[in-house]
């Protein structure tokens, strides 16, 4: 692997080769294949609940619920109301956009590689780096904007780099202007933070040698741009006022550094070792340096040695602003600009509980593209140990993002409500069920169950049935504390069961089938098990109805689990 490209002073791609389609085809196949072949197994969960109602719903009572979420602006709700109104409302066209821009994401980066320009293996890691990275396979298995967010932001970065590429040779047009406006008002109809990404463009172009003129015709697109953005705007300002963020975005707190860091570092890949963010972080400034360094001029195959004294005197005669190649420090100021204006917010004294990592993802793509320009830098300037420079490297950085990735290949990410359902409508069919959080249980569990199988569970509960299920969440106290409240009032446990999703057990569901205390016991049902996706798949489709029915006592539980007997709960442990 070797970084050199095409001579040319203005040459900011190469030409189009075989050995790009093929490479391109091959990681193309790889992130589908990581995103599309878990879907089955992905149950919708509470923050997909709300795409499910606004898809649902009347368009003048879908705009309303958009206007009162007051966290994502209208753009992705609008087109997947518009996607499901044609493909019909299901799990799998609810998430189609997401899981579209994901793939797409992978594409994007290969195309931003180019765009250094990158030789094809380089092209290549970086697209395979966003195939395989494990953060953003999970977006990209979500029916929320965040995906469709990131792949805008490299879309928008390219558009950025055509205007400049088109700057520099004197060709360009009115609708290169008008690309950029409109792709910049995307960003902000899709996210509000896609403003802080306009805003870290911006800035590049600010801090470029480019000519007055080029600079006040971005800034005007910009501004056109926030403009058309203020009706949106001034219609949520009420919104605001009458509930701020709180009730959406309260229980996010404030970040620490931290926090920050682990946001940067992410984009490296994260081991669990003692240290492990500052080892990925470590990586990404040393490659992040080298990128800038390297391609801070636009490179040429005629003289490495002339390649390198540019970039020396690019540094020291120009104090490390963008020259002719603005490609790594637009990467890089779309890497750090956006979390960190985000991190200021949500300090004090501002304090907005607004710092929270799926609203910067977009910033770990154009990282993932700057250190792999980084690694060629590296192997470029190896002489004849660039290919083992450029190998061993690559290897280094497929390896941090596929370790933790591989860790929840086979095991569903998300608590599996799609069983719950089930159950409610075969084993506990007739049984009145309700739980604690309509907003993140009731809403997947009823779009399993096929009707409003699932209430809210009253202050007062006023029942006559004998029995009940409860869902709720045992690690918020304030759910707990509600169920304790039944048990106190005459109600007892039966039967009990908790679901979860991969690495994540304390933040599962627990199924509660309570009776009244001067009830018969005449519940027939088979005795269930603990049903946990973390570790072996125990709540997959054929491990369900093959361990329904079965007698506890004939199980060996998952550590920490809670099996059922007729009776009651029996610790697992």
């Given amino acids: 692997m070797h970084p050199t490209t095409q001579s040319g002073s203005m040459q900011t791609t190469r030409k189009w080769s075989r050995g790009d389609t093929i490479f391109l085809l091959l990681v193309l196949l790889i992130g589908a294949l990581l995103r599309f072949a878990p879907i089955g197994h992905e149950a919708i969960d509470g923050d997909e609940g709300f795409t499910l ?169 910009f501004g056109i741009a926030a403009v058309l953005f203020l009706p949106w705007l001034i219609g949520e300002i009420g919104v605001y006022r009458s509930k701020g963020l709180e009730e959406n975005l309260g229980w996010e707190g404030l970040p620490g550094f931290y926090d920050l860091r682990a946001i940067f570092a992410r984009a490296v890949g994260i081991l669990e070792i ?43 005669g120009y104090g490390w602003v963008p020259r002719s190649n603005i490609a790594p420090w637009l990467l890089l100021s779309l890497t750090v600009v956006p979390p960190l204006l985000l991190f200021l917010a949500a300090s004090k004294p501002f304090a907005l509980p607004v710092f929270a990592y799926r609203h910067l993802l977009p910033s770990v793509l154009p990282a993932i593209v700057l250190i792999t320009a980084g690694l060629a830098a590296l192997a470029g300037r190896a002489g004849r140990a660039g290919t083992a420079v450029g190998l061993a490297g690559a290897l280094l950085l497929v390896a941090l993002q596929a370790i933790p990735t591989s860790k929840n290949v086979g095991s569903p990410r998300r608590v599996p409500y799609d069983q719950i359902a089930r159950l409610l409508n075969s084993e506990f069919a007739g049984i009145p069920a309700y739980t604690t959080y309509p ?26 049935a004998p029995r009940i299920v409860l869902l709720f969440r045992p690690a918020l106290p304030e759910e707990t504390r509600q169920v304790e409240g039944l048990i106190d009032s005459g109600w007892t ?81």
């Avoid at 990925?280 to 390649?307: C, F, G, M, Q």
């Avoid at 627990?510 to 001067?518: A, E, S, T």
């Avoid at 506890?552 to 689990?561: K, T, Y």
């Fill in 493 to 573: 446990v039966e039967r009990e069961l908790y679901f979860t999703n991969a690495g994540e057990s304390q933040f599962g569901t627990k199924l509660q089938v309570l009776g009244r205390r001067d009830a018969p016991t005449t519940f027939e049902a088979n005795p269930p098990l603990l049903l946990e996706a973390a570790g072996e798949d125990l709540v997959g489709d054929a491990e369900l109805d093959d361990e329904l029915g079965a007698a506890a006592d004939d199980i060996d539980p998952p550590a920490g689990g809670v099996v059922t007997v007729d009776g009651g709960p029996v610790d697992g442990r």
């Fill in 274 to 316: 003692a240290g492990g963010t500052s080892v990925a972080l470590i990586i990404l400034v040393v490659l992040s340096v080298a990128a800038l360094r390297r391609w801070n001029d636009e490179p040429s195959v005629d003289s490495t040695r002339a390649a390198t004294r540019s970039a020396r005197a690019s540094i020291v």
């Fill in 53 to 221: 109602r606004v898809v649902s719903a009347p368009f003048s009572v879908a705009w309303e619920m958009i206007q009162r979420d007051l966290v994502h602006p209208p753009l992705f709700y609008l087109l997947v109301k518009a996607w499901t109104t044609i493909a019909g409302i299901s799990a799998l066209n609810l998430r189609f956009l997401s899981l579209i821009s994901g793939v797409g994401a992978v594409a994007l980066a290969y195309l931003l590689a180019r765009r250094f320009p990158l030789r094809t293996p380089y092209c290549a890691l970086a697209a395979l780096l966003v195939a395989i990275c494990d953060t953003h396979i999970y977006f990209s298995q979500q029916a929320r904007s965040y995906s469709f967010f990131a792949a805008l932001v490299l879309v928008f970065a390219l558009a950025v780099l055509r205007l400049d590429a088109a700057s520099r040779a004197s060709t360009l047009r009115p609708w290169h202007w008008a690309m950029l406006t409109g792709l910049a008002l995307l960003l902000c109809y899709t996210h509000y933070v896609g403003a802080l990404y306009v805003v870290a463009a911006w800035l590049c172009v600010i801090a470029s040698p480019r000519d007055r003129a080029f600079k006040l015709k971005v800034t005007m697109c």
């Fill in 439 to 464: 907003y993140g249980i009731g809403a997947p569990v009823n779009f399993y169950a096929g009707a409003e199988r699932i209430s809210t569970l009253p202050e007062h509960l006023d029942s006559s």
